[in-house]
């Protein structure tokens, strides 16, 4: 087992940044926890550090960073999924909010970690949030799922440009996730649910553990030799 890290990982308080703060935790990581609303609760229970952090303004971050010290480790988790609409219909403003968090956040939050990773000198890895709409579209999730595709654009520029330093820059991307919310919204045996079970080949939803597991994978010595790649976690969705 490698050396314990120094794991951020932001959006920590969702069904999500939970599971993923849980799997480094039981690695044995030293994990911080970010989140705009409801961190100090998550990370008291789960044992770990939380910061309230806004990862759209740098001053924020900045403080946050300086606080924790030195990041092995960053997830770029947090992320902007509630708002959805037509291309048609969704208020531009609406859009502008979702590339802000969810594009600017993410680069924002890079480019800040990456900098004291690359003065530090010691490598380090970023694993990013993106999901598989990014490359296969559902109607109405548009604004959501062109943010995406610009995270896994990110990912490729940060890992190019960073491969030198040592760091290495990778995505998960996952189909629907069975997070605490989503299995109330759509319990088992609804339509909704089964709408979507049934664009997955392996018809089921993921677990927000086998997410986890690819960002704890990605983030570690045995993807020492991968980066700028964006993994799906999809159950064969893009498949098909």
């Given at each position: 087992m490698t050396p314990a890290r120094t794991v951020l990982v932001t959006g920590g308080a969702g069904g999500i940044g939970r599971a993923i703060a849980t799997a480094f935790h039981a690695r044995g990581d030293a994990v911080v926890l970010?989140?705009?609303?409801?961190?100090?609760?998550?990370?008291?229970?789960?044992?770990?550090?939380?910061?309230?952090?806004?990862?759209?303004?740098?001053?924020?971050?900045?403080?946050?960073l300086d606080e924790v010290?030195?990041?092995?480790?960053?997830?770029?988790?947090?992320g902007l999924l509630t708002v959805h609409g037509s291309l048609l219909e969704l208020p531009a403003g609406d859009m502008a909010r979702i590339l802000?968090?969810?594009?600017?956040g993410t680069f924002l939050m890079t480019q800040l970690v990456g900098r004291r990773m690359v003065e530090r000198g010691a490598g380090g890895a970023i694993v990013n949030l993106s999901s598989i709409g990014g490359r296969q579209p559902t109607p109405?999730?548009?604004g959501y799922e062109s943010s995406k595709a610009a995270?896994?654009?990110?990912?490729?520029?940060?890992?190019?440009?960073?491969?030198?330093q040592g760091i290495r820059v990778n995505a998960?991307?996952?189909?629907?996730?069975?997070?605490p919310m989503l299995a109330m919204g759509m319990p088992e045996g609804s339509p909704a649910r089964e709408a979507w079970t049934s664009r997955i080949p392996l018809r089921r939803l993921a677990p927000?553990?086998?997410?986890?597991?690819?960002v704890v994978f990605?983030?570690?010595?045995?993807?020492?030799?991968?980066?700028?790649?964006?993994?799906?976690?999809?159950?064969?969705?893009?498949?098909?």
């Amino acid at each position: 087992m490698t050396p314990a890290r120094t794991v951020l990982v932001t959006g920590g308080a969702g069904g999500i940044g939970r599971a993923i703060a849980t799997a480094f935790h039981a690695r044995g990581d030293a994990v911080v926890l970010t989140d705009i609303h409801g961190v100090d609760e998550t990370a008291a229970e789960l044992g770990v550090r939380g910061l309230t952090v806004d990862i759209t303004d740098e001053d924020s971050v900045t403080r946050a960073l300086d606080e924790v010290g030195p990041v092995d480790v960053l997830v770029n988790n947090a992320g902007l999924l509630t708002v959805h609409g037509s291309l048609l219909e969704l208020p531009a403003g609406d859009m502008a909010r979702i590339l802000h968090t969810n594009v600017y956040g993410t680069f924002l939050m890079t480019q800040l970690v990456g900098r004291r990773m690359v003065e530090r000198g010691a490598g380090g890895a970023i694993v990013n949030l993106s999901s598989i709409g990014g490359r296969q579209p559902t109607p109405g999730m548009g604004g959501y799922e062109s943010s995406k595709a610009a995270v896994d654009a990110l990912t490729r520029w940060s890992a190019i440009e960073l491969a030198a330093q040592g760091i290495r820059v990778n995505a998960v991307a996952p189909g629907p996730v069975l997070t605490p919310m989503l299995a109330m919204g759509m319990p088992e045996g609804s339509p909704a649910r089964e709408a979507w079970t049934s664009r997955i080949p392996l018809r089921r939803l993921a677990p927000v553990e086998q997410v986890a597991a690819a960002v704890v994978f990605l983030a570690g010595d045995e993807a020492a030799h991968i980066t700028g790649v964006s993994l799906p976690v999809d159950g064969g969705q893009l498949l098909v």
